[in-house]
């Protein structure tokens, strides 16, 4: 138990063009999801929150305006980010969390993101 | 505010050698306490956690780590490592709000 789904694995695309990463918990519902970047050979910066049917909750220093959060249901979260720029070339990662008090914040992980942008 | 340090950026160790991963954590109350595995171009894969009650927890692929209070730590340990055991190993805190705080991350290099 406990999956979660990242779509695509891999996407590569033009400057100015904007990319859109989904993320599904498939087993779960996930009232909490997260959203991460990490940079080669770093940790993980943990860049919105995202609660179901409410607007995300970014972390200090990341733009809202250019990393588009939307948490429809129980199960999908995903991550725009618009007119792509090289510098936001990266890894990207998505958590859910069960809902609590079984869930006890523990976050499971989807596979990433590897978004190249030219 | 709430931390973690992994001392250790990147460990060898051979294949059949025990391994011993540090990590400290600053917390001011009891903290959830994790550790994930992730290897190359993956996410990461829960292997354990620390929640309450008995210190020494069990966690998947054979790895243990105890919680010591009194040192702020939770180290990670593996009696006996396989080649397959290479990847970076993540310690991470949570407290009553739902934000991990990871480590820097240590590097698991296994030689045969």
């Known amino acids: 138990g406990a999956v979660v789904s990242q779509h695509p694995s891999w996407v590569i695309c033009k400057s100015g063009t904007s990319v859109k990463i989904e993320c599904r918990s498939l087993?779960?519902?996930?009232?909490?999801m997260f959203w991460y970047r990490q940079f080669p050979k770093q940790s993980l910066m943990l860049m919105a929150t995202?609660?179901?049917?409410?607007?995300?909750?970014?972390e200090q220093g990341v733009e809202k305006d250019k990393f588009l959060i939307n948490h429809a249901s129980l199960t999908l979260s995903t991550l725009t980010v618009t007119s792509a720029h090289p510098e936001d070339s990266s890894f990207y990662i998505c958590s859910a969390r069960p809902p609590s008090p079984g869930g006890k914040n523990i976050q499971y992980f989807g596979a990433g993101t590897r978004l190249s942008v030219l | 505010a709430q931390s973690v340090t992994q001392p250790d950026i990147h460990i060898t160790v051979s294949e059949g050698a025990s391994l011993e991963l540090r990590c400290n954590y600053s917390y001011g109350a009891t903290p959830y306490l994790f550790w994930y595995v992730q290897s190359p171009g993956q996410g990461l894969q829960l292997l354990l956690k620390?929640?309450?009650?008995?210190?020494l927890v069990q966690g998947i692929k054979g790895f243990e780590a105890e919680f010591k209070r009194s040192q702020s730590s939770f180290n990670l340990r593996k009696p006996s490592v396989h080649w397959s055991d290479a990847a970076e190993y993540f310690c991470?805190?949570?407290?009553?709000?739902?934000?991990?705080?990871f480590g820097t991350g240590t590097r698991l290099q296994v030689t045969l």
């Open positions: 087993d779960f519902q996930a009232t909490t």
């Open positions: 991470a805190l949570t407290g009553t709000a739902s934000k991990l705080t």
């Open positions: 995202s609660n179901e049917g409410s607007k995300a909750t970014y």
């Open positions: 620390y929640f309450s009650g008995d210190t």
